[in-house]
């Protein structure tokens, strides 16, 4: 198997995904500090203790959940191995042959699209990113973006070879030709698959965010439904979930919120649905101080944005279904066998991808812990670089020996100086060894080593109007939203009555029949009535409005940006979308 090392060098080499990634990832880290600073200040804060209660009472949520499972008739299925989980699956789909699978990072941890495959199923991909790397056969290279590594270019290459005759390489061609080919799958599909974001123990609820509406298909059209998630993904209630929808969109994609959020309560008539919670390590990890933080994790992305090294040697170097910064602890967790054990050292340790962590969890010295555990099981580390540490502790491991090595070695460096440190344009290459005649002041360490926020302290400042009713209509037309008074419906319109909206983000929710998917993917026009009364300000806000059946938020169109991160609307449900204030 290959190291890091040799995978990181082949990708920069050959494919140069920095081209392709830096560019987006250094708009997209401005973007999503702008967009948390519109959100609620304590809206981290409130995620993480989220997602900490959660693991602190891991067993008892699931107990809840079960029996909230049974209520609702929901299969509750719990798996404590990959190979557990891709053989449940297999048995709950029993004989459907024609399986359309949504984005799902467990799923890529189990390898289950191959597996299903291998058996003989009609398997489909159906987010634009998931479908587009399938083709090319390396999987996704980012958590939220699979196909970013990817230019347009080279996606009209992929979807050539399923013998697309695309005339160019435009984004929007190219994004609805994969709808129209997933829209066509839908229409004779036996089952889906989906993932889960947040599963409600006190409400038996699924929470599911996407933007294209291939999840909304996945869960409304077939007869069984079957969603993929790990046994870390349960939430006490439905505040809980909100608060992770708090930050979820901001940090991964700089929205306020994804096109769709899903509540899914009872299956529809006539339909199944299975939950499939996989274990493969997850406990093993919770039971260790150093690592259970590591389960609070969201699957936002927002460390691998910010990641130098990611940025530089792409998601695919990691070789790992989970790459960057996330990917380099929980890989050598998930499979501790040393096939992962370098990714921790995968890393400049800069410690930005803990700052950005919506959930606050302590990437980087989980990376320091797991390189101590690399080289303690030497899956790290070869005789020379553990004689040369040795002799290094010998001579700084006492201040008098530490003055005598420094002393020896600022003379060797003058005396051979020129040897080092060729002059020319060459000598301040900062690959070589610094020059012994600079001075540096300590005073430098101090300011360089203060505290650091991702959020700016006089967060961005925008004018907002006053009233909620007033700031919705501006962030909903911020989202290409047409807020009316008054509406003359059309052919082709779907015509819904909200229970409530965020100001926030110009979002609208819909609950209970309200919130049926098959009538909204099937409209031209989605036509949304708001009682400016029932407007909150953030999302939050909502959980009194939620009740107890099926919700669901919409903020916006469907869309997607999976080519090049350039947004492409209307792609499995309405283009346009009207909101009536009044």
Known sequence: MKTYRERASREMRLERP???????????????????????ADARQRASAARAYAIDNLEDLHVQLRGQFERRGIGYHRCATAED????????????????????MVGEEIGLTHALRNDGI??????IGEYIVDIEGRGPSHITAPALHLNRARIREMLARTGADLPDDDPTRLSRHVRDVVGDFFQDCDAGITGANAVV???????????????????SHPKLHIVLTGIEKVVADEAGALAILEVLAPSATAQPLTSFSHFLADPLPGQQRHVVFVDNGRSRALRDPRYREVLKCIRCGACMNSCPVYRVAGGLSYGSPYMGPIGAVLAPLLWP????ADLPFASSLCGRCTEVCPVGIPLHRMLLDLRADAVKGHHAADLKERTAWKLWALSFGGATRARAATAFTRVGLRSFGRTLRPP????????LLPDPSID???????????????????????????????RFAHRARQLGVDVVDACVPREGDRLVRATAAIASTGSVLLTGDQAARRPLLAAGRVVVKVDPATVVAFPH???????GGDALILTGASRTADVEKIIVRGIHGAEEMVVVLG
């Open 424 to 431: 020319g344009p060459h000598r301040d290459d900062p690959r």
């Open 201 to 219: 123990a006190s409400s038996g609820r699924i929470t599911i965010v996407e933007n294209e509406g291939n999840v909304s298909l996945g869960v």
């Open 337 to 340: 066998d040393g096939r992962y």
């Open 541 to 547: 806000g909502l959980a009194a409005h939620l009740g």
């Open 440 to 470: 540096h002041d300590p005073e430098l360490l101090l300011k360089a080593s203060a505290r650091r926020s991702i959020i700016p302290e006089s967060a961005i400042t925008e004018a907002l109007p006053a009233s909620l009713p007033e």
């Open 85 to 104: 989980a891709v053989a449940m699956v297999r048995s709950l789909l029993g004989d459907a042959r024609r399986v359309a699978k949504s984005k799902t």
């Open 122 to 127: 009609d398997v489909l991909e159906t987010d």
């Open 18 to 40: 920095s081209a392709t990634v830096t560019p987006i990832m250094r708009k997209l880290v401005g973007d999503s500090q702008a967009m948390l600073s519109r959100g609620p």
